[in-house]
């Protein structure tokens, strides 16, 4: 009973034995309808999934997302060797970027598209249309379609008097030719270094021009401004430091008719009040005036008599400022010449007598030419 009872079993197994190839045979036909159903999808897979409108709002949501990395990989687009301002710093701190986006229609034409966007930026809404090229997909499968902008729009940054610019959060380089940008976004423009700054400026780039002009002014800051009042106040000193009525290369100086005994002195009583300002596209120094005093011993021309001076000497003070090599430097224009009541005019000796020729009495003698 043991023994058949083992039979059967077999037996029975033997009937299965005898349904494997019905069921290979079933396998396959399910598996051939699994690739034709696939196969048959792809194309609705590929416009549901993978479609123009798709893309676009797929680089749109990149954008909201200050994604730059998954933007840019959306577009079609050469190598890009000076992608500074294609980062998500550049994206992060806009302004504005678009709110509200709407893919209004997307129509297809064999390898291109054109899908027509709708969105809010900057305080209105615009419409906006995007071609698209489709590219081969992965393993054939899915084509991937890319916005195809032609060439990035680029920031053409016209900036005096810095080497870097901040876009929204990035300190980007500003070279002459400009940098391409990711597109629609507010962007902020300016800088802050140490010697000059400028305003910041506000500027959409929409695509629709392939460059944006962003002119940058710069002014100087109060750094700069402490620096230059200690290189006028060293230049003023160091001409203090003369020996002579004419300090060379100095903005002051005392003419006199009268002989001068021995060397002068030169002290700055009030150094000039330093104003940067903008003239004929040149930093310069606003006019101020000083204040210098020089002291000696002269002999009178003309009745010989030897005195003891001390004259305050007004002048004025204009130079042009440059930074080189990350140096300020101050460059003196125009001497600026002034003089004071007259050398013997306030003297120590008064002569009892003056000496008198044929023509009639001497007066006092002019001592000094006005500037």
């Known amino acids: 009973m043991v023994g058949r009872s083992v039979t059967d079993t077999r037996g029975s197994a033997g009937v299965k034995e005898h349904g494997g190839p019905n069921r290979a045979r079933q396998l396959a036909i399910a598996g051939l309808l699994v690739v034709v159903l696939t196969v048959a999808s792809v194309p609705v897979l590929g416009m549901v999934a993978y479609g123009p409108a798709q893309t676009v709002s797929a680089y749109f949501d990149a954008l909201d997302r200050r994604d730059a990395e998954a933007a840019v990989g959306r577009l079609l687009t050469g190598e890009i060797t000076d992608g500074w301002a294609l980062t998500d710093e550049a994206l992060d701190g806009a302004p504005s970027l678009p709110t509200r986006v709407s893919v209004t229609h997307a129509e297809t034409d064999g390898d291109r598209a054109t899908a027509t966007v709708e969105y809010d930026l900057d305080g209105t809404t615009r419409t906006q249309d995007f071609s698209l090229v489709r590219t081969p997909g992965t393993w054939g499968l899915f084509p991937v379609w890319l916005i195809d902008p032609g060439t990035l729009p680029r920031m053409d940054l016209v900036v005096d008097g810095a080497s870097t610019v901040r876009i929204n959060s990035a300190d980007v380089p500003a070279p002459r030719d400009g940098l391409p940008v990711l597109y629609p976004v507010e962007y902020s423009v300016g800088f802050a270094e140490h010697y000059f700054r400028s305003g ?20 100087p800051t109060e750094d700069l401004r402490d620096e230059v009042d200690d290189l006028v106040r060293a230049h003023l000193d160091g001409c203090a430091t003369a020996t002579t009525l004419m300090p060379a290369g100095c903005t002051f100086g005392f003419d006199s008719v009268n002989q001068i005994l021995g060397d002068v002195s030169w002290e700055i009583v009030e150094y000039p009040e330093v104003r940067l300002s903008t003239e004929r596209r040149r930093l310069v120094t606003a006019p101020t005036e000083g204040v210098a005093r020089v002291s000696g011993r002269y002999r009178d021309i003309v009745t010989a008599t ?3 001076f001390d004259e305050p000497i007004t002048f004025t003070f204009t130079a042009v400022v440059s930074v080189v090599d990350g140096e300020p430097r101050v460059e003196p224009l125009e001497a600026g010449l002034a003089s004071g009541d007259g050398l013997g005019s306030d003297s120590d000796e008064e002569p009892d007598d003056q000496p008198v020729d044929d023509e009639g009495p001497v007066d006092d003698a002019p001592v000094a030419d006005g500037p």
């Open 306 to 308: 030897e005195s003891d």
């Open 200 to 219: 910041v400026q506000n500027t959409v780039v929409d695509g629709s021009a392939p460059e944006v002009e962003v002119r940058l002014a710069a002014e």
